[in-house]
């Protein structure tokens, strides 16, 4: 009877050590995956790296300068507030994108965030927005124009001041000279003090009536020549005070400003307001002439305070 027998594979003492074939495609994938992860640590660890390269107010400056692209308009005017409280030319240059804003709210509000920039260069950004379509930004930008004190806005303020439709801008514009104070500006501030102009309304341009340049344009004008302090601004000054029709505001700030000036020729139209039933005219013109004539009395002989 024939033993049944089993076939035995020889014995090979590696086989056990060898992975079997599911096991090593197994293991290909896990190395895969493992350098996959680490590339994309090290990917996104980069920015964080660039990041801590900037300093804070470099970080805060582009997020602001992102912010400008907003859809919202509030956005972006808070963001132009936010880089001209930084008061740095680095700050100011990015909200002079703003300029530009189709909303004249944030145009008129980066009229003033542009300042932190050298005079010059504030006054090249600044000049175009004195054309600008909207009220609010062309004064806006007339007053910043004073701030820089570049004699560059000279021209492009007189102007307004002649011919803006606006007496708000032309106020501004009368103010912003005053800050620059250019001799070159004295002629169209001189007409501001004194001009005329045409009455609003149809019968009144039928009948060509005129009325007085606005007050607050008028006085802008006066305190601008004082700070200016041209002699040649003297006669109309006098004029202005002189001239009872004149607003006592106005004649204040013609007093004041011809003390400022100090020519001797506006000693006697001073003198003969000393005692204006406006105290503080007559006051005014007392400490002008205390700047012009020491031998003047202590005090206001007349209605002075």
């Known amino acids: 009877m024939r033993k049944n ?30 350098a996959f992860a680490l590339a994309a640590v090290a990917l996104c660890a980069q920015p ?23 859809a919202e308009v509030e956005e972006r005017r808070d963001a132009v507030v936010r880089l001209g409280a930084s008061a740095r030319p680095e700050a100011s240059r990015a909200a002079a994108a703003a300029l530009g804003d189709s909303a004249a709210i944030v145009r008129a509000t980066a009229a003033r965030a542009v300042l932190s920039l050298p005079a010059g260069e504030a006054a090249t950004l600044l000049l175009p927005l004195l054309r600008d379509r909207d009220e ?11 701030l ?15 011919t803006d439709k606006e007496a708000s801008v032309r106020g501004a514009a009368a103010v912003a000279l005053g800050q620059v104070r250019d001799a070159s500006a004295v002629s169209a501030l001189a007409g501001a003090l004194s001009r005329r102009l045409q009455a609003p309304g149809f019968f009144n ?12 344009v008028r006085r802008a004008a006066a305190v ?14 006098v004029e202005a ?20 000036i100090g020519d001797p020729a506006a000693i006697p139209a001073l003198r003969a307001v000393l005692t204006h039933r406006d105290p503080y005219l007559s006051r005014t013109a007392f400490e002008a002439l205390k700047l012009l004539d020491p031998a003047t009395p202590a005090r206001p002989s007349g209605g002075g305070l």
């Open 5 to 34: 027998t089993v076939a035995h594979a020889p014995h090979n003492p590696h086989a056990a050590q060898s992975p079997r074939p599911d096991a090593r495609r197994a293991a290909v994938p896990f190395f895969l995956t493992l």
């Open 48 to 70: 964080t790296y660039a990041q801590r390269e900037l300093t804070p107010l470099q970080q805060e400056i582009r997020v602001q300068a992102a912010r400008l692209s907003s």
């Open 136 to 146: 609010f930004v062309r004064r806006e930008a007339a007053y910043a124009l004073g």
């Open 148 to 162: 820089t004190r570049s004699p560059l806005g000279v021209s492009a303020l007189a102007a307004a001041v002649e």
């Open 205 to 216: 341009r039928l009948r060509r009536r005129k009325v007085e340049e606005d007050e607050f």
């Open 224 to 237: 601008s020549l004082g700070q200016i302090g041209s002699r040649e601004a003297v006669p109309v000054l």
């Open 241 to 260: 005070l002189s001239n009872a029709r004149t607003p006592d505001d106005v004649r204040r700030e013609a007093a004041r400003a011809l003390g400022l």
